[in-house]
């Protein structure tokens, strides 16, 4: 009899426990959320963090609070967020940047992007669109290709910097390609454009908002954009896959994390949460603006097996082209 008392005693604390646990997950939100996001006001990672925490703040009835803490290309940031309590109240919305691209550029990186977050949801991509300077005799994605094949090392391409998302883009479209273009790195591609227009540099990969005014004018030429679908914003250029290079895809995605071992019933209700909101209409046309498509509608495992694909892919680039931060 004691033997089973105390089974039984056991069995009802477990089962207060998963009570608790299911209630505290129901109940979030009680007080505003805080999202972190690991890059400065302005940009747009921040941008696309303020139009969905907007709706999501509207739909669950409490605050969710942008909070920028910029520097080391977003790991200072996320290294706090990834401190925080996984309770609900503590989030990271970042980039393709810090969690598949620097870990395989920063040895030192000061958190795991595998073990210290819970993934939470794929919220948005944005592609790119590929530019040349209009004085290259090139029309076409093929012949850019062709002409880089007959002038080996004569052709410069921009980048927003080392290790960048538009270096790395760039790399990968030249060893498909099997070309060979100089890289130049600039602090932005928005210093870079001035070097395109004049031609000293004829070749750079930006955002489509930011690229296409300068298309629409007649200062530079567009080839392509490097999303696996056309993009809203350019619906008239192919993609890079479409236009020569089959399976070429490269996007920026913006994705949702929490502190590590955030409850599943508690991780689900987030996700829903912030799924719901970059799905809502309002957010699809203010994002839209801005060069970014909501990500296919999918439950936390299908985004952390994307951010692995992802983090493969562009390791895979860093090692073979002997990418560096230097």
Request: proline share 8%.
């Amino acid at each position: 009899m004691h033997f089973l008392s105390s089974c039984l005693r056991l069995i009802g604390a477990a089962s207060l426990v998963a009570a608790s646990m299911a209630s505290h997950a129901q109940s979030w939100p009680e007080r505003p959320v805080r999202l972190v996001v690991p890059f400065p006001a302005g940009g747009a990672t921040d941008l696309v963090a303020r139009v969905i925490a907007q709706r999501v703040s509207k739909d669950i009835g409490q605050q969710v609070i942008v909070d920028n803490k910029a520097g080391a290309g977003g790991t200072i940031g996320s290294a706090e967020a990834a401190k925080g309590a996984a309770d609900g109240y503590t989030l990271l919305l970042t980039t393709s940047s810090t969690h598949a691209i620097s870990p395989h550029l920063m040895p030192r990186l000061p958190y795991d992007p595998l073990k210290d977050f819970t993934p939470i949801a794929h919220l948005a991509d944005a592609a790119s669109v590929l530019l040349v300077t209009p004085s290259l005799p090139v029309k076409t994605v093929a012949e850019l290709i062709d002409y880089a094949k007959k002038h080996p090392g004569q052709l410069n391409y921009a980048s927003s910097g080392n290790g960048t998302i538009v270096h790395l883009t760039t790399e990968a479209f030249k060893a498909q390609a099997g070309v060979f273009i100089t890289h130049v790195p600039y602090k932005g591609t928005a210093l870079a454009i001035p070097d395109v227009i004049a031609g000293s540099v004829q070749v750079l990969i930006d955002s489509i908002p930011s690229g296409m005014p300068h298309v629409k004018n007649g200062r530079l030429r567009a080839l392509a954009v490097t999303g696996n679908k056309r993009s809203a914003l350019a619906p008239e250029l192919p993609t890079i896959a479409e236009a020569g290079l089959p399976g070429f895809s490269s996007v920026t995605w913006f994705g949702l994390y929490a502190p590590r071992d955030m409850k599943p019933e508690l991780a689900g209700r987030v996700h829903d949460a912030f799924e719901k909101a970059a799905h809502a209409p309002d957010v699809i046309e203010s994002l839209a603006k801005l060069g970014v498509e909501p990500a296919p509608v999918g439950p936390p495992a299908q985004f952390a097996a994307m951010v692995a694909a992802d983090s493969q892919r562009w390791g895979r680039i860093i090692r073979d082209r002997k990418i560096t931060l230097e």
